[in-house]
C-alpha cells in the first residue's frame, strides 16, 4: 500500500487544501520526542534489529492484546513467559500469525504507524497479508541486516532532535554515559547534559511498596547513592541525590506512572508508611497512599531542581490477571478507568501550583477530564500543561478529539505540544506524521471556518509540532 | 414526506459518494436481529395489529415520555394505569395527539424511525402533522386488516432473517414451540433451534430479591423445572435446566439488564442472601449485591452451556416515581446514570474472561465508557465485544460516536456489530436502515481520509451488518 | 480583522450554503438574555465605562485566568487584591500587557467575542496585538466618552429586548427601581415587572452557613424583611417575602450555583442545621447538606410563587488557593468537576418533577452528563430543561457538542434556547452571534443529511435563538 499524500486530510476540499499548505509547514521539522520508553542499550549498542516479529510483533502490546482479544495466546505469539515455559521460537511464524490477522488492525493507529514504517522506513509499498507476510517477512530481515538500518543510523534518518528515555532511579545509567562517550556528531552529543539522547527520572518501582520486591529496591538505591535508605529522610535523600545524577544525564524532565492523579501533602504520614512498609508491615490504604504522598515530594524536589514533573495515571494495571501471572508486567493487559483531577491534584498545586520555579504535564487516558477538567486547570495554574494524548488515545481521533475539548477553554499554549509515547523505536516517524496532519486538519476547520486566519494556523502548527515541547519539557538551550 | 436515498449520508460530494457505494453493499441484506423485545405472541398468533394509536403510541416509551415531558399524562396517552383507573380508549384522539406534537420529535431517531415506518411499509409519503392526523389513522388503519400487514408476512417482507425474542425463565415457551410447529418455509422453521424465531433467557426478575413477588418467582421457577429452588443450590439448578429449555426453543444467549456492572465471585455469599432473601430478610446491600453474585454463576454457567451473556447496565429503572407508582414498569420512566466496567467485571473476568467458552457482549448507556473501558477491555479480553450502541444511543449521533470511540482501540471486530433493540415490530427495518447508513458514513469517511481502502471498508460494512452478529450471538450454523 | 459574513459555518458548500440561509433567520431578532450577571447599576448610572483595561481585561476572569496560566500576576494585570496592597493602576500597561499575549487567545471564544465586540461595537477593523495595543487603547478611549457608547444607547444599539441582572436576596434592588422610574420607550419601561432589565433571585450566599459571614447575611434578611430570621421558619418565611419584592422588580426566576446537584427533602434536617449554624457549630457534612436540602425548599417556593428555578452546578469554586487568598471571589479560579444528576436531583423529582407548576432549568460544566442524563431527564420529566452551554462550553465547540449530545434524546423542545451567561455588557451581541452561527450550522447538517427540512430547521433556530427562552424563562406576556 502506497502513502496517500493526503492522508488524514479531511475530505471537504477546501479544508483539504488549508490542510495540505499548513502540513507542509511542519513535515520536515525535527522530531522532538521527549517521552519515550526506548530502550536505550539499543542506541548505545546499536546493534542490528533482530527478525521483523522480534522487530514489531513481540514486543508491542498494541499488536498482542489485539491477538489476544480474538483468541491467540501469547505462547503463539513468542511473548516470554514468566516461568519460561516454552513459546514460540520460530521468527517467521510468528509473523505470519500477525500478518493473516491484519484486518483486525483495520482502523486502527497500529495500523497507521505500521503501514508507515513499512513504506517510509522500509521501502514496502503494498499491503501486508497472509499471502504477502513471507514476502515482506524476507524483505524486512534483509533490510535489518544492512548498517544503515542500525539504530543510531535510523535515528539521524528519522531526523530525531531528541529522544528521552525513561529509566527507574535504580537502573543503571551507564547507556547514557556510553553515548555521551561516542563523537559528537554536527557539533551535537550523543548523550548527557544537551545531547541526542537523554534519560528521565521515573520512580514508579520505589513508590509502591505492595509492588514485590519494594524493599530491596529502597536498599539498592541505598547502595547506588551510598546514603543510608533504611529511613525516610534517607530515602528522600538519596532521590534527591539520584535525580541529580539523571540530570547530568540529561534528564530534563520525571516521570509517574500513578494509579491515580491523589496527592497528598503529609510528610509525616509518609515516613510513617515507609517505617511500617520496611518492616513488611503495609496495608492495602497505605499502600494506595503511599505514591500520593511521593508526588508531593517529588513536586517539591522538582521545584528545587527544575526537573518537568510529568504525571499520567488512570490505567489499571495488569488487570488481565491471567496475562499478568503467566506472562509479566507491560504485556497489554492495563485497562484504563475513571480519572479525576481537579480533586486529587488540588492539595500538590495548593503547594506548588503557583510557584514560577514548578511546571507539571498532565496526562490522561479518560477523555472525559479534558474539557471539564484538564483545560480548565491548564488554563488557570501557572505550571500545568496538558500533556499530548497518549497511550490509546495517541491517534487520528483521540487527537482530534483532544484538541476540539481543551483548546477553547486552554488555548493552544497551555498544551505541551505533540510526543510520542513509544517502546517501539521504528514507529516514532510515523506517530509524529499522524499527528502532525491531524493538527494541520484541525487548524484547517478553524481557517475554514474563519476562526482563525493562516497565518495564526501556521504559527500554532510549528508551535505544537515543535516549539512548544522543547519549551515545556525544558530541551530549550 | 418521501425518503431522500441520500438519507443520513455526510453532506460533503466525495464522502457521500462513497458511502452510497458502501451502503450498496449492506442496504439489501437479511436483518439479523439477536437482541429484540418483540413478545412472540405476537407471530405466533399472526394476529392484526390494532388500530395505529395501539401499535405506534401507546406501547412506545420512546413515544410517551417525549410527549410526558411536554406536559401530557399517561392517561391522556392511553397507557393503561397500575390501579385500572380509566385511561384514553379512542385511538383516534390519541393519535391526534400524538401527531399535533410531532414537531417535538424533530432530530430524534423515533421520527426517523417513523416516517421510514410510514413511508417503506405502510406507503404514506406525506409529513405527518394535526393537520393529516386523520388522514394518516384511516390509511394506516385500512392497512392493517390486510393479511400483508399481519406479523408474519412482515417478517418475511422485513427480510428478516432471525429475530430473538426475550423471556423470563419463568415465562412460558408455549409461543416458541407454536412457532416451531409450523409449517418451515424455504427449507426454515419459524421457531426453535436455527429458527426464524428464537427466545433469550433473561433472568432479572429472579435476581432482585427486593422486586415485589420474588420469592413467589422463584416458586415457581421449582413449579415449572420439578427442582426444588428452596435452597441456593436448587435454585441454580433448577436455571441451568431452564436453560436447557431455552436453548430447546432457540436461544443462543442471555440477557442480563443489571443496575450496574458489578460482579462478585462469591457463591457462599450469594446463598447465605438467598436463604434470607427466601425468609423475607433482605437488607439493602444485599438487595444490591445479590445481581452482582448472580452475574458470575450465570458466567459459570455459561461456560458450561454456551449461552452468549449480555450484559446492559446502567439504567436507573423507574426514576420518575409518579410515573412508576401510576402506569408501572417499562413506560418511559427509567434514567441512564454513571457507569463504570474496568472495576465492576474484574473478578468476572478474572474468573472467565480468557476462558475460550466464554463470550459475553457488553452495552452502555455511559458513552464515557467506551473509548476509556469498553474498547480497551474488548481489545484485551478475548471473551468481552461491544454491544451496539443502544436505547437512547441508538441513532445516528450515537451510533456515528460509538464508532469514533470504539474503532482505534477495538477495531471492528471486537465489536458485535449492529443490533436493534425494540418492542416496536414494525420499526425493525427503519432500525437497521439507520445503522446501515450511518455505519457506511462513517466507514465512507475513513476511506475518503485515505485511512481504509474502499475494499476493506465494503468488507467491513458487511461484517458489521450481517456477519459479526451472526457470529458473535451464536447464530452461525 | 475584519468579521467574515460565514465565520463558524462548516466548511462544506453544501452546508454552508443552507447555514447561511438559516442564519439569515435569526441573524436580527433581538436579543433575550434572561441568565446575565451584568451589574444593574451600570444600566441604572449609565455612566460612561472606565478605560479600555477595566472595561474588557480586569474584570473578565476568562481574560485574566489565561494571563495567570502563562505566568502573570493579578497584581500585573490591575485585579485589586483582597489585603488592599498595590496592583497595577495604568490602564495603557495592563492593555498592553494583554495586547502582547493576544495569541494566546486563539481560538477561544473570548478571542472571538472581543474581535467581534472591537468590530461591530467599536468599529476597529485590524488585528490587536501588541504593536496595535497603543491604536486600539486611544480608539476605545476615544469612543467610551461618546453618548451612543453609555450602556443604555448600546442595549438599544444591541437590539436587547430583556437583560436579567442577578441579586443576592440581601441585595438593594435600588437600581431595577431606578430603571422602572426611567421614561418609558416604545410603550417599554426599563424596569420592573415586564421591563428590559429585570432581576434574578440567586440566594446563593445564604445557603452555605460555612461562607464567612453568613449568620450575619442572614440577619441582614431579616431586616431587609422585618421577618426575624433567628428561626429556620422565620428564614424561609423571609425568603419567601423577598422573592416577591422580586418579582416585584421583574424577576421570573431564581438562580442557584451550588457546588454539586445534590437535594435532600428533609425540612427538620435543615432546620436543625440552620439552629446549630446559628450557635456558630457548623460541621462540614452539615455545611455540604444544607444547600441539597434548601434546593428541595426554594423549589417547594417555585411551586408556590412561579420563579423558575435555575440549576448550574459543579464548579469547585475557588480551587485555586492563592488567587483566592489573594484576590477574592470570581477571579478565575474555580474548576469544573464531575457532577451527577440522575441521583442527585431525584428527591426533588420525587417532590416536584410532575407538577405542571414547576419547572427548572438545570446547566453543566460536565459534558459526559448531557447524553447521558441530563437529556433523558429533560426528555422524562414535564419540569426539568436544558439549559444552554454555560461558562467553558459557551463557545462553538462546546455548543456544536451540545447540540448533537441533546437532540436525540431530548429533542429541541427540552432546552431552554440560548442565554448569555456574563458580566461582560459588551460581549453580548457577540455571544449571540457565535450561538446562532453554530445553532444555524448544526441544523444546516441535519438538513444537508436529510434528517430535517428547510422549514422544520428554520422553525427550530427562531425558537433556540428567541421564542424557546422567552417561554421557559417566564418572560412572555
Known amino acids: 500500500m502506497t502513502l496517500h499524500p493526503d492522508r488524514l486530510f479531511p475530505a471537504d476540499e477546501r479544508t483539504r487544501a488549508i490542510a495540505r499548505k499548513l502540513h507542509q509547514r511542519t513535515a520536515d521539522l525535527p522530531l522532538v520526542s521527549p517521552h519515550g520508553h526506548v530502550n536505550p542499550r539499543l542506541l548505545s549498542e546499536n546493534r542490528p534489529f533482530p527478525d521483523p516479529a522480534r522487530l514489531f510483533v513481540v514486543p508491542d502490546h498494541y499488536l498482542t492484546r489485539m491477538l489476544y482479544s480474538q483468541g491467540y495466546t501469547p505462547d503463539q505469539l513468542g511473548v516470554p513467559s514468566a516461568d519460561g515455559s516454552p513459546s514460540e521460537t520460530d521468527g517467521r511464524v510468528i509473523w505470519r500469525r500477525f500478518a493473516e490477522n491484519y484486518h483486525l488492525f483495520r482502523g486502527t493507529p497500529s495500523k497507521l504507524w505500521l503501514d508507515y514504517t513499512f513504506a517510509e522506513v522500509f521501502g514496502i509499498y503494498k499491503p501486508l497479508s497472509g499471502e504477502t507476510a513471507d514476502e515482506f517477512y524476507d524483505h524486512l530481515s534483509a533490510r535489518l541486516t544492512e548498517p544503515d538500518f542500525r539504530p543510531r543510523a535510523l535515528f539521524d534518518r528519522f531526523n530525531l532532535e531528541v529522544l528521552a528515555t525513561t529509566e527507574s532511579p535504580i537502573d543503571s545509567l551507564d547507556p547514557h554515559a556510553e553515548l555521551e562517550a561516542l563523537p559528537a556528531q554536527d557539533g551535537r552529543k550523543w548523550g548527557g547534559r544537551g545531547g541526542k539522547v537523554v534519560t528521565t527520572f521515573r520512580p514508579d518501582n520505589l513508590v509502591e511498596p505492595d509492588w514485590p520486591g519494594w524493599a ?18 534517607g530515602f528522600l535523600e538519596a532521590l534527591r541525590a539520584r535525580r541529580q545524577d539523571f540530570i547530568a544525564a540529561g534528564a530534563t524532565c520525571s516521570d509517574h506512572g500513578n494509579r491515580t492523579a491523589m496527592t497528598v501533602d503529609d510528610p509525616a504520614k509518609a515516613a510513617e508508611i515507609f517505617d511500617k512498609a520496611l518492616q513488611g508491615k503495609t496495608e492495602a490504604a497505605d499502600a494506595a497512599l503511599f505514591p500520593a504522598l511521593m508526588l508531593v515530594e517529588f513536586a517539591r524536589m522538582s521545584v528545587e531542581d527544575g526537573l518537568v514533573m510529568q504525571l499520567h495515571p488512570g490505567s489499571w494495571r495488569n488487570h488481565n490477571d491471567w496475562l499478568h501471572k503467566g506472562w509479566g508486567r507491560d504485556v497489554g493487559g492495563d485497562i484504563p478507568d475513571h480519572t479525576t483531577y ?136
Open 216 to 233: 530491596d529496591r529502597v536498599a539498592k538505591l541505598g547502595e547506588i547513592t551510598g546514603i543510608d535508605t533504611s529511613t525516610f529522610d
Open 342 to 477: 481537579t480533586r486529587d491534584l488540588k492539595p500538590l498545586l495548593d503547594a506548588f501550583g503557583n510557584d514560577p520555579r514548578f511546571r507539571m504535564v498532565v496526562y490522561t487516558l479518560d477523555e472525559t477530564s479534558f474539557s471539564r477538567e484538564l483545560a480548565p486547570l491548564a488554563g488557570g495554574y501557572p505550571s500545568v500543561f496538558i500533556g499530548a494524548p497518549w497511550w490509546f488515545l495517541d491517534s487520528p481521533e483521540g487527537i482530534r478529539r483532544f484538541r476540539e475539548a481543551v483548546h477553547e477553554t486552554a488555548g493552544f499554549y497551555n498544551t505541551a505540544g505533540f510526543v510520542d509515547d513509544t517502546r517501539a523505536f521504528c514507529s516514532i516517524p510515523a506517530r509524529h506524521d499522524v499527528a502532525r496532519r491531524i493538527d494541520a486538519s484541525f487548524l484547517a476547520r478553524l481557517v475554514a471556518e474563519h476562526r482563525m486566519t493562516d497565518d495564526e494556523a501556521g504559527e500554532v502548527a510549528v508551535d505544537l509540532a515543535y516549539h512548544l515541547p522543547r519549551k515545556i519539557y525544558g530541551l530549550e538551550k
